[in-house]
C-alpha cells in the first residue's frame, strides 16, 4: 500500500471516529497535547501520526490500531457495540478508572440499561 492510500485510509477512519464520539478536530487536538494544525493534515490525509500519537488516538477512542488503518472488511463488525448511543456511554466509562469494569457488558446492552449500571457502580462506591 503506498503512502498516499494509507494516508486516505486514515483520514477516513478517523473522521468516522470522530463523527461516531460527537468530537471535534479542537477537542481531538487538546487531548493529544498536539496543535489543531496537525490533526487538520491528519483529517486531510496529507500527513499521519507517528505511532505514539496513534496509540494515544486510539485510547481515546476505545479502539484497535487496525480500526484506524485498515479499512473495516464488514460494517457490521466494525465497531464492538452495535447502538452508538450505547458506544458513547461506553467511552464516557471508558475513560473513567472506576468505572471500567462495566466492560464486561454484553456489546448489545440497551444505553439506558448500560447508565444505570454505571449509576448503581457510582452508588456502591460511595460517590453519589
Known amino acids: 500500500m503506498s503512502e498516499k492510500e494509507f494516508n486516505a485510509i486514515f483520514s477516513q477512519r478517523l473522521r468516522y471516529f470522530l463523527e461516531l464520539h460527537d468530537m471535534t478536530?479542537?477537542?481531538?487536538?487538546?487531548?493529544?497535547?498536539?496543535?489543531?494544525?496537525?490533526?487538520?493534515n491528519w483529517i486531510n490525509g496529507t500527513k499521519t501520526p507517528r505511532m505514539d500519537k496513534v496509540d494515544a488516538i486510539c485510547a481515546i477512542?476505545?479502539?484497535?490500531?487496525?480500526?484506524?488503518?485498515?479499512?473495516?472488511?464488514?460494517?457490521?463488525?466494525?465497531?464492538?457495540?452495535?447502538?452508538?448511543?450505547?458506544?458513547?456511554?461506553?467511552?464516557?466509562?471508558?475513560?473513567n478508572p472506576d468505572l471500567k469494569?462495566?466492560?464486561?457488558?454484553?456489546?448489545?446492552?440497551?444505553?439506558?440499561?448500560?447508565?444505570?449500571?454505571?449509576?448503581m457502580l457510582r452508588v456502591w462506591k460511595g460517590e453519589v
Open 101 to 119: 469494569i462495566l466492560f464486561d457488558a454484553a456489546r448489545d446492552v440497551d444505553p439506558d440499561d448500560l447508565r444505570k449500571a454505571a449509576q
Open 25 to 40: 478536530q479542537v477537542e481531538l487536538a487538546k487531548r493529544l497535547g498536539v496543535g489543531t494544525t496537525s490533526v487538520s
Open 61 to 95: 477512542f476505545g479502539i484497535r490500531r487496525k480500526d484506524l488503518m485498515e479499512e473495516p472488511e464488514d460494517s457490521d463488525q466494525e465497531r464492538y457495540y452495535i447502538d452508538d448511543e450505547t458506544a458513547k456511554v461506553a467511552q464516557e466509562i471508558f475513560e
